[in-house]
């Protein structure tokens, strides 16, 4: 019998965060440095179809271009701070301290950071399946 999956709580992280910036080729503003703490992983399993990560990510103010594969979704929910999606049509939507956003899968345009966020995020990648 395979062991029971434990609850995962997504507390403040005792660990370095992994630190990275957007790429230069999708920068539009500044050169934000970014911090992430993985905070779970779903287990690889046979026949499973998507891979689900959790955790926190921080982030100075900056602005790049991102493109979402087409089964990839984001939720997030800003802990602090405040950012701004655009959309490929011109249109934006803007999320703060409290409110929480999905970014579809397939979503093309931009991520701004207002101010200095920090946000717990959930990624369901379906890894083409």
């Known amino acids: 019998m395979p062991p029971m999956p434990r609850i995962v709580r997504l507390d403040p992280p ?7 910036r957007p790429r230069p080729d999708r920068l539009e503003a500044g050169n934000p440095r970014r911090e992430t703490w993985a905070l779970y992983e779903s287990p690889v399993a046979a026949g499973a179809l998507a891979q689900i990560s959790a955790g926190i990510w921080a982030c100075e103010v900056g602005r ?4 979402f594969a087409p089964d990839k979704h984001e939720v997030f929910f800003v802990l602090q701070g405040r950012v701004r999606l655009h959309d490929a049509q011109g249109g934006w939507t803007e999320v703060g301290p409290g409110e929480s956003a999905v970014i579809p899968a397939g979503f093309q345009g931009a991520f701004e950071v ?11 990648d379906g890894g083409g399946a």
């Open 64 to 67: 790049w271009r991102i493109a």
């Open 114 to 124: 207002l101010e200095p966020v920090r946000k717990h995020f959930v990624v369901v």
């Open 14 to 20: 005792a660990t370095a965060p992994v630190i990275d």
